[in-house]
């Protein structure tokens, strides 16, 4: 399975950008699927995460309210929404797979894409 992020770039805080992960080589509709995030110098942290049905979703605390995680079984296709952006959000972001239900955990994740860099100027 391969997982292709992208939709990053450069945004000034408050702004919004759309990230989207693609798939390939798997039966996406049948992966619970995740987004998490690396700051420069810090871990890999949890962003978002759900269900093969999309019907079970979960957040990290600083982002509930401002992100919105969705997929499109259909196009195998994962996105989250990133609105009013602050600095502190600024990271590569991650799309995962995993073939259990939705985790917080990096661990429980099969499959990961490249990463796309988000960076929010303040």
């Known amino acids: 399975v391969q997982l292709q992020a992208c939709g990053g770039g450069l945004v000034q805080a408050g702004g919004s950008l759309r990230l989207s992960c693609t798939t390939s080589?798997?039966?996406?509709?049948?992966?619970?699927m995740g987004w998490f995030r690396q700051a420069p110098g810090k871990e890999r942290e949890f962003v978002a995460t759900i269900s093969f049905t999309g019907n079970t979703i979960d957040y990290r605390d600083s982002v509930k309210g401002r992100f919105t995680i969705s997929r499109s079984n259909a196009k195998s296709t994962l996105y989250l929404q990133m609105n009013t952006l602050k600095p502190e959000d600024t990271a590569v972001y991650y799309c995962?797979?995993?073939?259990?239900?939705?985790?917080?955990?990096?661990?429980?994740?099969?499959?990961w894409g490249q990463g796309t860099q988000v960076t929010v100027s303040s």
């Open positions: 995962a797979a995993a073939f259990g239900g939705v985790s917080q955990q990096q661990r429980d994740y099969t499959y």
């Open positions: 080589g798997g039966n996406f509709g049948s992966y619970a």
